[in-house]
């Protein structure tokens, strides 16, 4: 029984997940892909689900200047998002986002921890848009008049249940099809329509309202600059309206590009994926400045707070209250649907982004490879979440603004060096602009609502100490993905290999005198049992990038200062010796001979130093990871120290 719920959690390795089915996936590169306005739905089961919940909570934070708040909204959108994930989409055309960029800008650690932090803050983005979501889904439910009477009060267990089927879907096996988000977003929507046109009417129909509205807002503010400072101030706490733009860019290979595209130059894909962005950021503007203005006209301020019959589903209330029962019921499940759906889409989103990186890094348990024990972990998580903030929506509203706004500055910041490097002065100025803005406005969500970092900084130690963990347990793996002989190389091997079992003497890699080598030669022929009058190579090896987990080995040949070497480069010294010998075991069909000496010093600031820099002490590293790599001891590189 134990073997078999192991064997079950453990299928589907992750090496998949790039094509895991679900909103985000990557599809195989034999299919064509999909018009850009379709694959702009899946963008909008994220984007265009918040309108569920966003006017009520643009509502509470800004009163009667929730419309005024809204237009700068919409400005930073279309002015500052937008322009930002255009230039994303073109220099991260195959998903990877603004992560992927700013990891191209640091090198060495620095450039995986930033990774590690960012991925925390995109774990607290997609986590809370499962949370908040089916949270927002259970309000509609309870407030519907059909809806039976003992669900009155039970939005933490609703919630709960929703969470419950989201997970069970993915461990049976989540089968996206595109098709259903495209019905989903154009239902949605096209309801949104008939209930903003049929407010509208009511408030042209009914002036006094606006009369009402305006003697408000000029009642609480003396100027419409006051006005504006305030909705300055306050927009911040609008920000979620702008979530979808990361998605956006992740399900770009999605899109079906133009026949003469290439991986190196998607032209057409990149301008599909301009278009889905341009095009989502124009009908939310819309809906956003209508929902707005409707919802802030036609409802009491009393009833979009907690336990109002408002919160949480503004347009919603307007669409029971002026259509019917029987349409505001309609409207209900087709919100309840899409926001479900939004939660599966960062299901899927997170079990294509964290393998995306963490394996590569060595920085993923073995059990990460596995996509079910992934959605346990994540489902776990989010049941934690909406016990923590009770299911409300508003609360857990800041947390989510907080991990949208996080992923923007990143990639306000990502175009800002991008654009700067190719020596666009004027562009660089404009993102630079943009990146100070979404940093206020981050600064100013975290000082009003801290809850989001709070929720990201668990979620950044968390995958900072499984990481690390990891990339020390996997430390003596063998970590070459292919160990290639240039020509001397090949030339220096076979001439050796002639003779005998290949001979080899671990060397520092800096260039060093004839003197030096053959003084090295004596020593360990002195020391270690190096056969008498048998010919050696000199292994020498640099590390470039000690942060890098397996990359390929390329081992060049020379003969210089009248001795024979292989000069390879790798991430660490052990593992990439250990790396060559054992092609050279393959290539020769002898098992070769390396020798070493024992290096000076303390033996736990050596593994710390071959931890982080990639050298400390070889030789038992080497016999280590040869040991784990080769279970058979007759074929199992010779390691000698003296």
Request: proline share 5%; with cysteine.
């Amino acid at each position: 029984m134990r073997a078999r719920l192991r064997g079950w959690l453990l299928e589907g390795l992750s090496e998949r997940t790039a094509r895991h089915p679900g909103p985000h996936r990557t599809p195989p590169q034999e299919r064509e892909g999909h018009p850009w306005w379709r694959v702009m739905c899946l963008t909008g089961v994220d984007y265009f689900s918040t309108l569920g919940y966003q006017p009520g909570i643009a509502a509470l934070a800004a009163g009667a200047l929730s419309p005024l708040a809204t237009l700068v909204l919409i400005a930073l959108t279309l002015f500052g998002a937008l322009p930002v994930y255009r230039r994303v989409a073109r220099e991260s055309p195959h998903g990877e986002g603004s992560i992927a960029m700013l990891e191209r800008l640091l090198s060495w650690w620095s450039g995986k921890i930033l990774v590690l932090v960012l991925l925390g803050f995109a774990a607290t983005d997609f986590m809370i848009t499962m949370t908040l979501s089916s949270a927002d889904a259970a309000a509609h439910v309870m407030e519907n008049p059909f809806a039976p009477h003992w669900t009155e009060g039970e939005g933490v267990w609703i919630t709960l249940v929703l969470l419950g089927l989201l997970g069970a879907v993915f461990l049976k096996g989540f089968q996206e099809a595109i098709g259903i988000a495209v019905v989903l977003v154009a239902t949605y929507l096209a309801l949104n329509v008939v209930v903003l046109a049929v407010c509208a009417y009511q408030v042209l129909t009914h002036p006094v309202r606006i009369e009402n509205w305006t003697h408000l807002m000029t009642a609480e503010h003396s100027s419409p600059l006051a006005m504006l400072g305030v909705a300055l101030l306050v927009f911040p706490k609008l920000a979620l309206g702008m979530s979808g733009f990361e998605t956006g860019v992740a399900v770009m290979p999605q899109i079906k590009g133009d026949p003469q595209d290439t991986y190196e130059n998607p032209a057409g894909r990149i301008r599909g994926a301009r278009k889905l962005l341009t095009t989502a950021a124009l009908i939310m503007s819309c809906l956003l400045l209508l929902s707005s203005l409707a919802t802030t006209i036609l409802i009491p301020e009393k009833d979009f707070r907690t336990g109002g019959p408002a919160n949480g589903r503004a347009l919603a209330y307007l669409a029971h209250q002026y259509l019917g029962e029987i349409f505001g019921t309609v409207y209900d499940l087709s919100t309840i649907t899409i926001l479900w759906f939004a939660g599966a889409s960062a299901m899927a989103g997170l079990l294509n982004l964290v393998p995306r990186y963490l394996p590569r890094y060595g920085m993923a348990p073995e059990w990460t490879r596995a996509v079910r024990p992934l959605v346990l972990v994540f489902l776990v998580a989010a049941v934690l979440i909406t016990l923590w903030f009770h299911a409300s929506v508003d609360a857990q509203s800041g947390a989510y603004a907080t991990g949208v706004l996080v992923l923007m500055l990143s990639a306000a910041f990502a175009s800002t060096v991008a654009v700067h490097r190719r020596g666009h002065r004027a562009a660089a100025l404009g993102f630079g602009t943009i990146t100070v803005v979404f940093a206020y406005t981050l600064v100013a969500n975290v000082i009003e609502r801290p809850d989001g970092i709070k929720i990201a900084s668990i979620f950044i130690v968390l995958i900072m100490l499984t990481s690390f963990v990891s990339r020390v347990h996997r430390a003596f793996e063998l970590r070459a993905t292919e160990v290639v002989f240039d020509e001397a190389a090949l030339r220096i091997i076979d001439e050796a290999a002639e003779h005998g079992p290949l001979q080899l003497i671990a060397n520092e890699p800096q260039e060093h005198s004839s003197r030096e080598y053959r003084e090295k030669e004596r020593e360990q022929r002195q020391h270690t049992r190096l056969p008498k009058g048998a010919s050696v190579v000199f292994l020498e090896v640099f590390v470039r990038d000690s942060s890098d987990f397996t990359t390929e080995i390329t081992v060049h040949g020379d003969e210089k200062h009248g001795v024979r070497r292989l000069r390879a480069e790798g991430p660490t010294v052990p593992n990439t010796i250990a790396a060559v010998l054992l092609a050279l075991r393959d290539h020769t069909g002898k098992v070769p001979h390396v020798y070493f000496n024992w290096t000076e010093g303390n033996p736990i600031a050596h593994l710390l130093q071959f931890l982080v820099f990639g050298n400390g002490e070889a030789a038992p590293v080497t016999r280590e990871v040869l040991r784990r790599a080769e279970p058979d001891p007759e074929r199992r590189p010779w390691v000698h120290v003296g």
